[in-house]
């Protein structure tokens, strides 16, 4: 993966050539004065420090200077760097989406003034569809019944069984509880079905085939009001062992497959006290279950943290140290730097620039443009996208079986 902000600006230059080698610096090199001899061993230094830094530190340390690209080659990170180092690396999300051609993924990276980096993907992954991210993992489809996770940055791939034929990928939100490399790893999916009953779709590592039910909707007493539940074009979240969805309403769902399966509407948790609500996204924030609500374009926001004692949702004014990162396929919290507290960012780009909700300023911001909104009406949407959290930790092996 590769960047290149010499001329000032954030656009990236290169893309990654995964299977390019480390070459030996300056082997063969005819030392000619003492002051040569003092460059050639600041450079040794330098690459032999090389290897303890993250990825992201050493594409920085190759924007530096214009001829540390020929000391610090384009390489392979799996290969270079100390597992040490990849270990220790903690990084904020990027944005991810494929650009025009398909065969090439770009990166926002917005703690970072919005550096842009670009890799290529997989030939058998063009024109797949980014559908849910986690821990570093994508989850993709393609075609009607292809379902696979993808880590862009090892370039590792898990195959899941494909879809039933009755189930072509039609889902409102799906998501996974924890990486797909571990045993306990559940892949969940929601659709609607008709307007008393939600289809649920899942399967658990290690089986071969998705199971698919049908859940009847809550009806209240004592006139048997139809609760409904509309999934919202969002992912669930996976939170205290169980998924949650959030609908076009309000309404919370959840759903267990520990056990027992089982789907539940909390009728018992009123709707949030707003008006129409254009989108929605839950998100957890240490331990805390927070809903993201909008108006239509984002002319108002509003969060909500779900009180699970009283089990209802009491209204956040503040973030406190969080900065959130929400989207329909991903929505992640992390402790935010100091110029960045109490933000929300979204997947629409304003001049090329990552759009940010201020809740200090109620206004939204860029930093490629000084035109502050009340809305997100003058940005671009990127519909095929999602936060992905870096992570370069190598598997055992590129291809890994599911079942």
């Not at 656009?11 to 610096?25: F, H, Q």
């Not at 849910?132 to 019944?145: A, I």
């Not at 009001?225 to 919370?252: H, K, Q, R, V, W």
């Amino acid at each position: 993966m590769s960047s290149n902000n010499s001329d000032g600006g954030n656009k990236a230059k290169a893309v990654e050539k995964s299977s390019l080698a480390i070459s030996p610096i300056r082997t063969g090199t005819s030392i000619n004065s003492d002051d040569d001899k003092e460059d050639v061993l600041i450079e040794d230094i330098l690459w032999f420090l090389s290897r303890y830094l993250s990825p992201l530190d050493y594409i920085h340390l190759r924007a530096v200077r214009s001829d540390y690209r020929s000391v610090f080659p384009v390489v392979n990170w799996r290969k270079f760097c100390s597992p040490r180092s990849l270990q220790s690396t903690v990084l904020s999300p990027w944005l991810v989406f494929a650009k025009d051609n398909a065969s090439v993924y770009s990166f926002i990276n917005p703690v970072h003034n919005d550096e842009n980096y670009l890799t290529r993907i997989p030939e058998l992954l063009k024109g797949s569809t980014i559908r849910f991210s986690k821990g570093g993992w994508l989850l993709m489809s393609k075609g009607n019944h292809s379902v696979f996770f993808y880590n862009p940055f090892t370039k590792a791939i898990i195959k899941l069984p494909d879809l039933p034929d009755d189930r072509t990928y039609r889902f409102r939100g799906i998501s996974f509880s924890s990486l797909p490399t571990s045993s306990n790893c559940t892949v969940f999916a929601i659709s609607d079905w008709m307007a008393d009953s939600a289809c649920i779709t899942f399967i658990n590592c290690g089986n071969k085939m998705w199971t698919s039910d049908i859940f009847d909707n809550v009806f209240l007493l004592p006139n048997r009001t139809n609760m409904g539940f509309e999934p919202s074009l969002n992912s669930p979240i996976f939170y205290n062992g169980a998924f949650y969805c959030l609908d076009l309403n309000g309404n919370l769902g959840v759903f267990t497959v520990e056990n027992d399966i089982k789907w539940e509407i909390l009728s018992m948790v009123p709707r949030p006290n707003c008006g129409f609500i254009y989108k929605s996204y839950l998100v957890e924030v240490e331990g805390k279950l927070l809903a993201v609500l909008l108006g239509h374009y984002g002319k108002w926001v509003r969060i909500f943290r779900l009180d699970m004692s009283e089990m209802v949702w009491v209204e956040v004014e503040h973030l406190g140290r969080h900065l959130l990162f929400v989207s329909n396929t991903s929505c992640i919290s992390t402790i935010a730097p100091s110029r960045m507290v109490n933000r929300i960012y979204f997947p629409r780009l304003q001049n090329g620039g990552i759009l940010f909700y201020s809740l200090d300023s109620g206004k939204y911001h860029s930093l490629k443009s000084e035109n502050h909104r009340t809305d997100y009406c003058n940005s671009k949407d990127n519909l095929r996208c999602s936060w992905i959290e870096p992570n370069w930790l190598q598997t055992t092996q590129p291809n890994i079986a599911w079942s």
